[in-house]
């Protein structure tokens, strides 16, 4: 390669750094005698077909990527595709795991040099579809307590380091019941069973938020939000469940935590809010400009509004983040009602955000764990003038608003707000490093406000 196009090529790779967080991506590796690369996903177009008479749904899915060095390019889609071609050649692919077996990817069967490429992935989608003799529905829900169950449980994705535009265009066939499309993206085009969307570029594989279902199958009651703040903006609310009376319920405690975390933290960071309620016990998740809960999980879903899905974990070992910052205002709230303080960690340490860089799912103990950790970070802010775990949050959010972070992140934003090292707290309340209990609370079930939601209970949300 001559000068000038090796300039080139450095050029193209450093400004595509700067947006899609490929530094943040884990190490390449070796599995089988070939050496799998991670890529930079920067366009994705998700065609979904969905055909009632053959009960059969198919994603085509054409993404435009950037390599970095030569390899074996990592993808990742639960079910096994069926055809995958890269700038309009078959190529084969292969399932692997990580080496620490912590999860399982895909890899492109042949061996690519650094450049701009366009692959297609056709697959069929299994997870998340219901079939009946006249409609259908289809969810894709995810959860963040399991390996695997982010987007590419459905269609084809990347890690979560990776910020990608999406368009999805969703086609149903062999069906004259007319059908709705319930999505955290702006409206291309839209008829009778045919809906196109695009999405921001800032999304990652947890962002999207997808239910199809039957025209009349939900109560839909849509509003307008209206700030409170001069510098914030109204935007619309979908509020859709079983019942109206549950629509109509919801939406006052929507507006009310709204108006909580736009003075806490600043505009609400979405266009819109979609919210699916599902009953009043159950859990929730959260995405982009919308979420799925029950009564109690309303405020702890609509927190991760901001610390989740506008500033995002890059990783698995970021996740506990924003799990122990809604679960510390869920406490901090309910303790206007019930008299109790938390200001010390109740383990001795933990290793919340230091586990396998592969890793893509949060430690289950970040809720309870990593609350308490949130309300001792509190007290000691506190004890300086002025300072809080709150008016560092909203500074925080401010700062990294639609970015993926990792623990590193979170821990210099912290010790520059509070001016002091914190390195040794994190090493042994986060990172583990000084391990001599595990903890007092391993295994404690949180509830009510995140009961994990089991296959089960994902398929009767659909």
Known sequence: MDYFKKFLLSVFLISSLAHASIEQAPPSFNVVGKRAIWTDFTHAKYELSFDIKTRKAKSVAIIELNIFEKGY?????????????VNGVSYSQQEIETPGKESKVRIIDHEFKAGRYKIQIESEVSNGVKFDASSVSAGFFMKDMRDREFLEMYIPSNYEYDQYKMEVSVRVTGSKKSHRLFTNGFLVEKSKNYFKYTYPDYFTSTSLYFHLAPEKKFKVLESVYETRLANGKDFPVTIYSRTKRLNRRIIKVVRKVLIELERDYGPWPHPHLIF?????????????????????????????????????????????????????RDFTVLHKIFPFRKDEINYTSMNLGNQSVFNRKTDHRSYVSGRSFMFYIDSLLKKVPGKSLK???KIYFENRKYTTIQSE????????????????????????????NNSKLDGI??????????????????
């Open 73 to 85: 390019p990592i993808f990742d889609v639960v079910g096994t595709p069926t055809k995958v071609l």
């Open 276 to 328: 699916y309620g599902d009953g009043k016990w159950k859990g929730g998740m959260e995405y982009a400009g919308a979420a799925t809960a029950g009564w109690f999980a309303i405020g702890h879903e609509l927190q991760h509004g901001y610390f989740a899905r506008a500033v995002m974990p890059a990783n698995g070992n970021a996740g506990w983040i924003d799990e122990a910052v809604a679960s510390w």
């Open 391 to 393: 008016k560092f949050l």
């Open 409 to 436: 992140d979170f821990r210099l934003d912290l010790e520059k707000y509070y001016g002091r090292s914190l390195k040794n707290l994190f090493d042994q309340y986060i990172y583990g490093r000084d391990i001599k």
């Open 445 to 462: 079930h949180e509830k009510p406000f995140h009961e994990p939601l089991s296959h089960e209970v994902l398929q009767e949300l659909i």
